[in-house]
């Protein structure tokens, strides 16, 4: 993988800025990571969504939820969105928007057949990785996808080239694939996995395929790599590291595990602060935050609160980059800059 993510300006050193005008006597403090929260293949897709029920107006149907984040999901549902699980549930003719996580030739093709309406939403990362398993299938490989089954993106993936692509989740899965030619393999991956697990998958791989090529460019993408990053440089400090995200979110739980890896002595994922268990405080002075790339920060900021009202008021942010990136909005929407309201 490599150092720097496209779009990201490394921190020359991990900053720590302190927020609270005077240092805690009692040793309480929260430790915040950045970056955190919303990425730019979020940011997108919530846009779409908003400017779709904007311009053609409820309801406007959306495949799976447009990210896996509740907050998110059950806010734009209030405002006119109907989430289904396949095409083959929306109404003739009737416009669908595709979710963040990418779907499959067939998905398309099915949509088409019934003359739905589609805008999609699927992160220019994730199309990147779709554009590779086509590039490799045509050149005859036999194509080593880890990811974890069952996760929406790893199905629209492999859907490109199902009869060239096997499913690697568990090291387990490595002994179990079969190739035509061990000359002619290559592995990819999902955009939302911990960076340090797949690397392990790669080297289990390699020992059966010592040939196996590598992808063009990292597949897991800027966003889930540097809040891999940010997280792991404040963990071994902290008694406790809370990640805001869903349970659905797999680049969110990856967050948990990492932190866990790095040091910190417990780590647990919340959707809202209400959902904090205040045992979890006992003994701890050092309070590591952070939030996975499909949660709006008003949700950490919710939890800072929490913590500030029970003596966690001392804030100081730990910096490991700087996030440039933005992607244009979907074709059919494109009509200057916009910024999610669901923030
Ligand atoms: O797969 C993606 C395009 C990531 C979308 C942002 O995160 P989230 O939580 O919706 O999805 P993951 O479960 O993939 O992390
Ligand atoms: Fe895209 Fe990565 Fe976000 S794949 S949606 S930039 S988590």
Known sequence: ??????????????????????????????????????????????????????????????????????????????????????????????????????????????????NLRTIDATCPLVTKVHKEVNRFAREDYDIMLIGHEGHEEVEGTSGEAPD????????????????????????????????????????????RFPDIADPPSDDICYATSNRQVAVKAMAAECDLVIVVGSGNSSNSRRLVEVALQAGARDAHLVDFAKEVDETWLEGVETVGVTSGASVPDVLVMELLEWLAGRGWDDVQEVTTANEKIAFALPRELRSGAAQSSVR
């Open 1 to 114: 993988m490599s150092a720097a993510s496209p779009g990201t300006e490394p921190a020359t050193s991990v900053s720590i800025d302190a927020g609270a005008e005077a240092p805690a006597t009692d040793g309480k403090r929260v430790l915040l990571a950045k970056p955190r929260g919303y990425c730019a293949g979020v940011d997108r897709a919530v846009i779409t969504v908003e400017k779709a029920l904007e311009i053609y107006g409820p309801p406007v149907y959306v495949r799976k939820e447009i990210v896996h984040n509740r907050h998110v999901v059950d806010t734009l549902r209030e405002r006119g969105v109907i989430f289904v699980e396949e095409t083959s549930e929306v109404p003739e003719g009737a416009l669908v928007v595709f979710s963040a996580h990418g779907v499959s030739p067939a998905v398309h093709a099915e949509a088409e057949n019934r």
């Open 164 to 207: 060239r692509v096997q499913l690697v989740d568990s090291a387990d899965d490595v002994d179990k694939v079969n190739v035509r030619d061990p000359n002619k393999v290559v592995w990819l991956s999902q955009t939302t996995l911990s960076v340090d697990e797949t690397m392990e998958r790669v080297d289990q791989l390699r020992e």
